[in-house]
């Protein structure tokens, strides 16, 4: 059974004070889980492993990186490796956020170069795709997430791809309060998996957890995780607010 997953994302926000007194809030709660649920803290590289040593008794929650560089080792100055990751027992890590492509430059070749890293050191990608304003009024959003589908995932085996995770993040939902309605999310859900199953087959395809991401909030998290092939949520905002972020891992299928 696939696991169905709610993620924090808290991006470039909160300070170390701030973070700590958030986990132990979120923590507190003692939502109570199955084991098919996972809850997942995306947080900044300098509280990892605060937040890997806040989570490390509890089962069902584990901590992730935003980002890795997409090469091994080396003059980088600045970037962080799977390597590095994986020495401190990080066990997820986000790749491609929108936010990553469009002012990083971020292209598919590079997330697909980063996501074999993760995998040699048994990290499992988290990984983002998501069409723009633009292509969706243009109808074009099944072809462009397909292209980004195939440029990024494609070269991988099954065994492979049955470690990754998706998130599908339309653009236009991120950070706007704009949420695609949980009949628009469902469709874009079960195209991945269709289009996973033509490649992968139906068995491998059925394996893999897609969470949605745009806008969730404790009070549409329920209604969007409804959806057959949707399996949680990657939350930006509301992640930040123990009760929001509470009430969507208590929102979990
Ligand atoms: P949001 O962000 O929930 O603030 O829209 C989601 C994300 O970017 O992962």
Not at 19 to 36: F, N, R, V, Y
Not at 107 to 126: C, M, S, V, W
Not at 168 to 196: C, D, N, V
Request: include cysteine; proline fraction near 2%.
């Amino acid at each position: 059974m696939r696991k169905q997953i709610a993620a924090a994302n808290w991006k470039m926000n909160l300070t170390y004070q701030q973070g700590e007194k958030l986990l132990d809030e979120i923590l507190q709660a003692k939502t109570p889980l199955q084991s098919h649920q996972q809850v997942i803290f995306t947080v900044p590289f300098p509280y990892l492993i605060l937040a890997n040593s806040e989570v490390a008794n509890e089962s069902h929650y584990a901590v992730a990186a935003q980002n890795c560089y997409h090469k091994k080792s080396g003059a980088y100055t600045g970037e962080v490796s799977a390597e590095m990751l994986q020495s401190i027992g990080i066990k997820y890590c986000v790749v491609g956020h929108s936010e990553r492509r469009e002012y990083f430059g971020e292209t598919n070749q590079q997330l697909a170069e980063k996501i074999n890293l993760l995998l040699q050191y048994g990290i499992q990608p988290i990984f983002c795709c998501g069409e723009a304003l633009a292509i969706r009024e243009a109808a074009t959003q099944n072809a462009w997430v397909e292209t980004q589908l195939k440029e990024s995932l494609f070269h991988l085996s099954a065994e492979e791809l049955e470690k990754v995770i998706i998130a599908y993040e339309p653009i236009w939902a991120i950070g706007t309060g704009k949420t695609a309605t949980a009949a628009q999310a469902q469709e874009m859900h079960e195209h991945i998996r269709s289009f996973l199953a033509k490649q992968y087959g139906a068995n491998v395809a059925n394996n893999i957890s897609i969470l949605y991401g745009g806008s969730v909030k404790g009070s549409n998290a329920a209604e969007i995780f409804a959806g057959a092939d949707v399996d949680g949520g990657l939350v930006g905002g509301a992640s930040l607010v123990a009760e929001d972020f509470v009430a969507i891992i208590a929102a979990l299928k």
